[in-house]
């Protein structure tokens, strides 16, 4: 991702997605996820980025895990920088 190699960086994410998805453990989804987001910014798809904030957040818990803490970064970014918001 840091390269601006964005397809490559996707394709990584659904793969670090489908391995979080195994191990059923919520750290590992969520740091995926916030990268899946960013991919989706540097593409300049802000609303996509947003969407996948806000369906990783959900169902909401009584308040935010540290698991959580990178995809809630990423959230703030998404809502900065999605127009209309």
């Known amino acids: 991702m840091w390269l601006g190699q964005l397809d490559e960086a ?43 904030c806000e369906e990783s957040l959900s169902p909401p818990g009584p308040e935010p895990t540290q698991y959580q803490s990178a995809i809630l970064g990423m959230l703030g970014n998404a809502l900065l920088l999605t127009p209309g918001i």
Not at 10 to 21: F, K
Request: net charge negative; hydrophobic share 50%; charged share 20%.
């Open 10 to 52: 996707a394709t990584y994410v659904e793969d670090a997605l489908e391995a979080a998805s195994l191990v059923g453990c919520n750290e590992p989804r969520s740091l995926a996820e916030a990268v899946n987001a960013a991919v989706s910014m540097w593409r300049g798809d802000f609303a996509g980025a947003l969407k996948i």
